[in-house]
């Protein structure tokens, strides 16, 4: 039998979490220069660079295609990652257990609702009528941010899938206080959350298409509701619910920014 966890413990895992939250919000150095850019002396004016005869034009640097897809801001995203899903496998077992306690009928209803959000089929259905309310419309600004999103929402459920299949953890219900029960390619399928990711993939790309300040207090609070969802439905552990979350909207930002890039480039 699993030992409960100490009270001394929870708080290190969630002193652990939030400053691992921390580390995704600290500012990353503007890359410098570039190496033959001219110095300029003190009091000297800096020599300016005669244009090429026969030069071709060209087209504006927009910073989306300035800006490398993958920087260092990623590499820290990724340790602060591990480490908030490290600390929140210390809750698997107490949030397991506690979680499924709330079944009352206003519990039940808004876990029901909140399930849907998640749904790839809900999800995607709702992506599709967007989208296709822009082409009826003629409006290819509408229409494009609903592909994006959508693209976004399709990697973000595509690498969760693939890491469900090669990790192989057994869910909650299947193996109940033991949430160390891994089994790589064995069909089980608990880590990541899939409804989780597709919610979080969501709210980020929703975020990412909109510019209201008051989008991101909406979306990512529902979406953190599937998540709770899934814990109340004893579908999934905690942690598999932070990498969720996680991994929704690190791949989401990764897909709409490269479809960004590649717009640019043409």
Do not use: C
Request: glycine share 10%.
């Amino acid at each position: 039998m699993v030992p409960p966890v100490s009270r001394r413990a929870r708080r290190a895992a969630l002193g652990f979490f939030l400053a691992a939250l921390l580390l995704l919000t600290l500012p990353h150095p503007v890359p410098a220069q570039g190496a033959d850019a001219p110095i300029a002396s003190p009091g000297v004016p800096a020599p300016s660079a005669a244009p090429a005869a026969s030069a071709a034009p060209v087209a504006p640097v927009t910073p989306e295609g300035r800006k490398p897809l993958f920087t260092r801001s990623d590499l820290r995203f990724g340790a602060a990652a591990v480490g908030a899903i490290a600390a929140s496998t210390l809750l698997d077992r107490q949030v397991g257990e506690e979680a499924p306690e709330e079944n009352g009928g206003f519990a039940r209803h808004v876990s029901h609702a909140a399930e849907h959000l998640g749904s790839p089929l809900y999800v995607g259905s709702a992506l599709l009528a967007g989208y296709a309310a822009g082409r009826l419309l003629g409006d290819p600004e509408l229409r494009s941010d609903f592909a994006r999103i959508g693209a976004g929402v399709a990697a973000a459920g595509a690498a969760a899938e693939a890491i469900k299949l090669a990790v192989g953890r057994s869910r909650p219900y299947e193996t109940p206080g033991d949430a160390d029960v891994i089994r790589p390619f064995s069909g089980h399928t608990s880590f990541p959350s899939g409804h989780t990711t597709i919610a979080f993939a969501l709210a980020a790309g929703i975020d990412r298409e909109t510019s209201a300040r008051w989008v991101p207090w909406v979306v990512y609070p529902v979406a953190g509701l599937v998540g709770w969802s899934r814990l109340r439905d004893d579908k999934h552990w905690t942690s598999d619910v932070v990498a969720g979350a996680l991994l929704g909207t690190w791949t989401a930002g990764k897909a709409i920014s490269w479809i960004g890039r590649r717009a640019h480039a043409r």
